[in-house]
C-alpha cells in the first residue's frame, strides 16, 4: 500500500488556508551537531503538533532540505513542549525567544512515536543563544 492516498506533488503552499501560529516551550537543550546524519523528511509538507507533545528541534543549513529529501548537515539544538497546538507547514517561519531562527524545511519520523523531529532551515549550524523556558513559534509567512 501507498504510504500517502494522494500524490503528495499536488500539496503545495496554497491549499493552506488561514492558520494560527503553534507555541511551544523550549523544555530541554541538545548540543550536538553532526555532518553526517541522513535525516530522513517525509514527503509530507504539514503536521498537526497537537497540545502538550514534546518533539526535537534540529537546524540545518542545506538549502535543498526539504519533504521527500534528506539533510546531512544537521545540529541538534533543543526540545520544546507544544503550548498552543495547530498545523505547522513547510515555510513556515520558526522563531525562538522573538528571533528568527529560519524556515521549516520539514519533518523526520524516526523516533516516533516517542517524539518527531522539526528540521528548521537556518543560516549556519551555529546553534542560537537558547535557555530552558524559551518561547518557540511556528508562523505562517
Request: aromatic content about 6%; proline content about 7%; cysteine-free.
Amino acid at each position: 500500500m501507498n504510504e500517502y492516498p494522494y500524490d503528495p506533488s499536488v500539496i503545495t503552499p496554497k491549499v493552506y488556508g488561514d492558520r494560527r501560529p503553534v507555541e511551544g516551550e523550549v523544555v530541554a537543550l541538545l548540543h550536538i551537531t553532526f555532518e553526517r546524519r541522513g535525516l530522513r523528511l517525509i514527503q509530507a509538507r504539514s503536521r498537526a503538533l497537537p497540545l502538550n507533545e514534546i518533539h526535537e528541534l534540529m537546524i540545518t543549513d542545506e538549502e535543498a532540505a526539504g519533504p521527500g529529501g534528506a539533510a546531512d548537515r544537521v545540529s541538534a539544538i533543543a526540545f520544546f513542549e507544544v503550548k498552543l497546538g495547530g498545523v505547522a507547514v513547510v515555510g513556515d517561519e520558526a522563531s525562538i525567544g522573538g528571533r528568527v531562527l529560519g524556515e521549516l524545511a520539514g519533518f523526520d519520523l524516526t523516533h516516533m512515536p516517542n517524539h518527531m523531529n522539526v528540521l528548521v532551515r537556518a543560516e549556519s549550524l551555529e546553534p542560537p543563544s537558547l535557555k530552558v523556558g524559551d518561547h518557540i513559534i511556528f508562523a505562517p509567512r
